[in-house]
């Protein structure tokens, strides 16, 4: 309860910077890294398989950190 | 088994230019078959297109049987780009073992490798770097390979080992190659196709490609 009160709007902000720091990955990497997408098309792995687990897993660790750090105050 | 590819309605624009417009591409088991034509004529957006990473309007099909998205399916056709694709990081075990290919083959074939097995690619020369990519597209299972200059950066021995091996594989499966190697490319392909004005023409004879503006003969013999 206390988190919605007190806690929501730094959440909130951490959660937009976490976002627009994915969304600079997502660009770089695709910019930078192109090239090594055909190694794992080779293994018939595709840009959206890559991306998608990337994306879940990062985001999972942010949120449980978040989570953890919040029960331990 | 014999397999098929066949490329065709194929239709590239940038920038309302025509690329592509009238091809046709067969390349099957048991050949070698070569893509040939000057800079900008097309011939890496060709190999993209077929293999899926470049969108456009186009019929892929292998078997007869259309294939929309060949890339996704390394098992029917796999890709070398003319760019270093291997992340700079990974050693040559984890990209064997990626590919399921034996190593000590690949040792024995080219033994300037011996002691290289837990070195990462980034170690290795430009050469090296290629045949390594070079190798795993070639001797991975599927039933097509596309190399796009697959003799860049090799040395002159590494290039004969590298006819060697396509000349052998040839057997299991379909290679459409493309490269400025002219020599190299009439020697080891079994049928020639050049690209002109977006469109491909079938070679029957040397005297076709001087024809066809692609190169002097008297200049290459």
């Given at each position: 309860?206390?988190?919605?009160?007190?806690?929501?709007?730094?959440?909130?902000?951490?959660?937009?910077?976490?976002?627009?720091?994915?969304?600079?990955?997502y660009y770089f990497i695709n910019s930078d890294k192109s090239k090594e997408f055909y190694y794992y098309q080779n293994l018939g792995v595709s840009k959206i398989t890559l991306w998608v687990t990337t994306l879940i897993i990062d985001l999972s660790i942010f949120l449980f950190l978040i989570f953890v750090a919040q029960t331990l105050k | 088994m014999k397999h098929i590819?066949?490329?065709?309605s194929i239709q590239l624009e940038f920038d309302n230019r025509k690329i592509l417009s009238d091809i046709y591409i067969k390349f099957e088991t048991g050949k070698i078959t070569g893509l040939i034509g000057r800079n900008g004529?097309?011939?890496t957006c060709l190999m993209q297109i077929?293999?899926?990473?470049?969108?456009?309007?186009?019929?892929?099909?292998?078997?007869?049987?259309?294939?929309?998205?060949?890339?996704?399916?390394?098992?029917?056709?796999?890709?070398?780009p003319?760019?270093?694709?291997?992340?700079?990081?990974?050693?040559?075990?984890?990209?064997?073992?990626?590919?399921?290919?034996?190593?000590?083959l690949f040792e024995k074939r080219f033994p300037e490798f011996a002691s290289k097995y837990n070195?990462?690619?980034?170690?290795?020369?430009?050469?090296?770097?290629?045949?390594?990519?070079?190798?795993?597209?070639?001797?991975?299972?599927?039933?097509?390979?596309?190399?796009d200059e697959p003799f860049t950066h090799l040395s002159p021995i590494q290039i004969e080992k590298v006819i060697e091996l396509l000349k052998e594989e040839k057997s299991n499966k379909g290679i459409l190659l493309t490269d400025h190697m002219f020599n190299h490319v009439t020697e080891?392909?079994?049928d020639i196709y050049l690209l002109v004005n977006g469109k491909t023409h079938f070679i029957k004879n040397m005297e076709e490609i001087e024809k066809l503006?692609?190169?002097k003969l008297e200049s290459i013999q």
């Open positions: 309860m206390s988190f919605w009160k007190n806690d929501f709007r730094s959440f909130a902000g951490i959660f937009w910077l976490k976002i627009i720091t994915l969304a600079l990955t | 590819l066949e490329a065709d004529q097309g011939k077929i293999y899926g990473s470049l969108k456009c309007e186009r019929s892929i099909r292998i078997n007869k049987i259309n294939q929309p998205k060949t890339f996704q399916i390394p098992e029917l056709l796999m890709y070398l003319q760019f270093n694709f291997i992340p700079k990081r990974l050693s040559l075990k984890r990209i064997f073992n990626d590919f399921e290919l034996d190593y000590s070195s990462s690619i980034n170690n290795l020369s430009g050469g090296e770097h290629r045949l390594v990519e070079l190798y795993i597209i070639v001797k991975s299972k599927s039933q097509f390979a596309m190399l080891i392909c079994d503006g692609y190169t």
